[in-house]
Every structure is written in structure tokens, then in C-alpha cells.
């Protein structure tokens, strides 16, 4: 009781940024409208037997339309920031090849100035998956070098026309998503898949996760360079990149399985922070892949230097890894070479390592978010981080009631806990800089289309009509108990 008269010190730092997370093509609707070509996600979306529930992002949330109803949101939240991400598609419809649609800059121009007016600072992804189709059908995009022309000068777009407001960019959301769903898995655009996994009936190489995902470290690179010459020093914004983070806890203390947790990082993360931070593929990727793995000329190492001066950590589960170069395993997700010998399993002795969610990939494991926040900052010298996604997400069940939706506990027992181990990292020593929860609303959750809702907020998919559930009115409150901003 003495103990609280006493001030504690702040868990989260002065000028933590809390806000929500979105992207183009799950939010904004007018897929065909105001000038706007169409993106990769379209032309998959549209296609029959892609998307769980046969739907698509033609009119989402209908962000484009409501966005002022959706600061309001946020506002009412004390959100100080908003992560979103800019439609390629919508501000050059045919890439490099065709004009800047005035018409999507009118529009980002609207909702970054929006944002401002009410203190919310705009955190701006180039990339969340969706680009125009037009690079793919031109010349393969993400699998040829020319890509990079095409990012490097997109980039250079939306630094011109919005780099005097935004001064958080993210070049790439989750590559390392888009290049094994993509080219591994094939379950998402481009619908590539490699001999060994999945059941598609274009691609065949082990080498294209890889050779895209060069080209796509190679465009970040163009785009922080760019960046850095021509706008930083006027702008004085800060750029940096996002991927997906899984804390991999070894099966067992063998050593065998702590390098295979060791892998499994290198092989799903590292893989794009490794050469933007230190210049090379993981040493484990070299030696397993050898000649396989792309390598990096002296010019694109000479652009690689750059660096960046943040990275975005979205992360959501944990999964054990178990050895698999020494040992036996039988099939299953990470076991081939090229996904690095260990096999992802979330069960141990037949116990999952976190209360199983509705979401088949998502296991409570708070634990994890310490862990992997801690993980990066050991590899990466502390460079300054974000959470720029964590989240929980449910069934859409036909059977439950609108009530029974915004009565969400789970999800606010899933951010509250998420949140204790991230404010624990921050207690000792990582330099966290800010959260942004998935998502302000529900949304097209890509192959699971509306059948997933993640959001503070529910959406009525008939009506578009928006209702703040438990979880936003929880998250309202933790964010006035600990952010320094709002008491001053
Ligand atoms: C993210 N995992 O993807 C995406 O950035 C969002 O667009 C998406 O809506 C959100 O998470 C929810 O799914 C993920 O393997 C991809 O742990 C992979 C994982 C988690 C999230």
C-alpha cells in the first residue's frame, strides 16, 4: 500500500506511438474507381476458388469512403498514430510505364492531412503485398531485377508528394510472408509454387522464394537510398522495413534444437534483416543453399550501406523448432532444405505452447513477444524497433450474435498480456519506440476473407456500420494509464 503513493517509472517511454495497423487492400474498397490499376490481389482475389469464403477487397471496409468516420475512431481512442499502407496500384496504375493518377495522391494527400489535424502521425508502408499487375504481366515482377526501377521510382513518388508530412516509411510489409506465400506456397499472388510443397501447377524451382526475395532487398535498398539523397535531410523522416516475427523456442535443450530455432530465424526473419543490416545472407542460409542463394554484387552492396533506421517487428505466435539436419523428421512445415532443416510445431508431448485461438496459426504465447523483441535487439545492436502489428483474431461464426462479437475478453487478455512482456523487454533495455494493433476494424483478412475478424472495432459487412467492441474500450483506457503524452 506504502508502494503506491511512490511515482513508478513510465513502462512505456515518453513518445510511445500507440496506434492501430491497416493496409490498402483490406481497407479501402474503390478497387476500380478514381483513377486506380489494378493490383495483383485484384486479379487473385478474382479468381474463382482463391479466397476461403469466394469474396474479395472490391469494397472491404470501404476505408477509401470513411475515412473520416475512421479518424473519429481513432481519435476517440487517443490513438497518436495510424499505420497504413499506400495502394501502388492507386498512384501509378501501370507502374513506371503510365502516369501518377493525381486523383490517389488527392486522396493520401486528404487522409494524411486528416490525420495530422487530430495529432495522429502517419505511419506509411510503400508495400502490404498488393502491387500494380501490370508488373507482373510486363516482366514477372518480384522475379526480375527490373522490379527494382519500378520501386525505386514509386518510392521516389510518395517521398515527393508526402514525404513534408510523413515521417515514418516502410518500404516492405511481411517479404518474408510475400516471398513463401507467394513462391513457396503459392497460396498467395503469384500462386508459385516450388516442386516440393503445395499442389499448384505453375513454377517449379527452389530458387524463386530466394530470387525474389533479392529483388525485393534489392528494391528496399534502392528506395533508402533514394531516399537518403534527395529527401532526408529536408524531409528529416526516418525509414526502415517490416517482417513477420515468430519466436522459435528449441523443442528441447538438446543443442541440436537450439540451432535448429537458430535456423529457423535465419531461414524465416533474418533473411531480410541479415543483408540490409549487415551486407550478406545468413550464415546459415550460405552454407545450406551455397551457390543457390543469390549473391550481391559490389554495386548492390555499395547501395545496401544505407541501412535503416528502424525495424518493424509484426508479431502475433511462437512455435517450438525441432531439429531436423541431425534428425529424423517426418514431413511438414520447415523440414526441406530450402526452408532450412527444422520442423514448426506448435505442440510439445501433445501440449500447445499457448492457448489455442479460432486462428489455426495463432497461439497465445505472451512470453514470446519479450523473447523475440530481445531476440532482434541482441542480433541487430539494438537498432530502434516498432511493433507495428500484434493481434488477435476470431471466427467469423454465422452463429454468434453481433453482442457475442464485441464482448471480445480473449482479445483484450491476448493484448494486455502481449503487452506486459513487450513493456518487460522495454525494462530492460530494448529500445521500443511503439505498438500498433491489428486492427482498428475487421477487415479482408487475404485467403480467409471476411471469415477472420481482428478488430477493435466490429464491421457490419452489410451496412459498413462500425461498433467499438470491448477490446477498444480497454485499449482506450491502458493507453491513458501509461502514456506519458496524454497526462501533459
Ligand atoms: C499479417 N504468422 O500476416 C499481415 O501483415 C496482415 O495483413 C494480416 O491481416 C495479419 O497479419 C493477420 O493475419 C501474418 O505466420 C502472416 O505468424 C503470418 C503470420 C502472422 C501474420
Not at 53 to 81: F, K, P, R, T, W
Not at 271 to 289: A, T
Request: glycine share 8%; proline share 5%; net charge negative.
Amino acid at each position: 500500500i506504502a508502494m503506491k503513493s511512490k511515482p513508478q517509472p513510465p513502462v512505456f517511454p515518453s513518445n510511445f506511438f500507440f496506434g492501430t495497423a491497416s493496409s490498402s487492400y483490406q481497407y479501402e474498397g474503390a478497387f476500380s474507381s478514381y483513377g486506380k490499376g489494378l493490383s495483383n490481389w485484384d486479379i487473385f482475389s478474382h479468381e474463382a476458388g482463391n479466397i476461403l469464403d469466394g469474396s474479395n477487397g472490391d469494397i472491404a471496409v470501404d476505408q477509401y469512403h470513411h475515412y473520416l468516420e475512421d479518424l473519429d475512431l481513432m481519435e476517440d481512442l487517443g490513438l497518436n498514430s495510424y499505420r497504413f499502407s499506400i495502394s501502388w496500384a492507386r498512384i501509378l496504375p501501370k507502374g513506371r510505364f503510365g502516369n501518377v493518377n493525381m486523383a490517389g495522391i488527392k486522396h493520401y494527400n486528404k487522409l494524411i492531412d486528416a490525420l495530422l489535424h487530430k495529432g495522429i502521425y502517419p505511419f506509411v508502408s510503400l508495400t502490404h503485398y498488393d502491387i500494380p499487375q501490370e508488373l507482373e504481366d510486363r516482366y514477372g515482377a518480384w522475379l526480375s531485377p527490373k522490379v527494382q526501377d519500378d520501386f525505386r521510382y514509386y518510392a521516389d513518388v510518395c517521398f515527393k508528394y508526402f514525404g513534408d508530412r510523413v515521417k515514418y516509411w516502410v518500404t516492405f510489409n511481411e517479404p518474408n510472408v510475400a516471398a513463401i506465400r507467394g513462391y513457396r506456397s503459392g497460396i498467395y499472388p503469384p500462386s508459385r509454387c516450388s516442386a516440393s510443397f503445395g499442389n499448384c501447377s505453375t513454377g517449379d524451382s527452389l530458387e524463386e522464394p530466394l530470387i525474389a526475395a533479392h529483388n525485393i532487398i534489392l528494391s528496399h535498398a534502392a528506395a533508402v537510398s533514394t531516399y537518403q539523397t534527395k529527401y532526408q535531410k529536408t524531409q528529416g523522416g526516418s525509414i526502415g522495413i517490416v517482417v513477420n516475427a515468430i519466436w522459435f523456442e528449441p523443442i528441447s535443450n538438446s543443442s541440436k534444437d537450439k540451432l535448429a530455432a537458430e535456423r529457423a530465424q535465419s531461414f524465416y526473419m533474418n533473411w531480410f534483416l541479415d543483408p540490409i543490416i549487415f551486407g550478406r545472407y545468413p550464415v546459415e542460409m550460405q552454407q545450406i543453399l551455397g551457390s543457390q542463394l543469390p549473391a550481391f554484387s559490389r554495386k548492390d552492396l555499395n547501395k545496401m550501406k544505407s541501412g535503416i533506421d528502424f525495424i518493424g517487428i509484426n508479431h502475433y505466435t511462437s512455435f517450438y523448432a525441432k531439429d531436423c539436419m541431425y534428425s529424423q523428421c517426418e514431413q511438414g512445415p520447415g523440414v526441406s532444405r530450402s526452408e532450412g532443416y527444422y520442423l514448426r510445431t506448435a505442440f510439445k508431448d501433445g501440449i500447445p505452447i499457448g492457448v489455442t485461438t479460432e486462428v489455426d496459426w495463432l497461439y497465445v504465447h505472451p512470453l514470446g513477444m519479450e523473447k523475440i523483441v530481445t531476440y532482434i535487439k541482441e542480433r541487430y545492436n539494438n537498432t530502434p524497433m516498432f511493433i507495428t502489428e500484434n493481434g488477435y483474431g476470431e471466427l467469423n461464426n454465422p452463429n454468434s450474435s453481433v453482442k457475442d462479437f464485441l464482448n471480445d475478453y480473449r482479445r483484450v487478455e491476448y493484448m494486455n498480456s502481449y503487452l506486459d512482456f513487450l513493456a518487460l523487454a522495454i525494462s530492460k533495455g530494448a529500445d521500443v519506440r511503439g505498438y500498433f494493433a491489428w486492427s482498428l476494424l475487421d477487415n479482408f483478412e487475404w485467403i480467409s476473407g471476411y471469415t477472420v475478424r481482428f478488430g477493435l472495432h466490429h464491421v457490419d459487412y452489410g451496412t459498413l456500420e462500425r461498433t467499438p467492441k470491448i477490446s477498444a474500450i480497454w485499449f482506450k483506457q491502458f493507453i491513458s494509464n501509461h502514456s506519458n503524452l496524454a497526462s501533459t
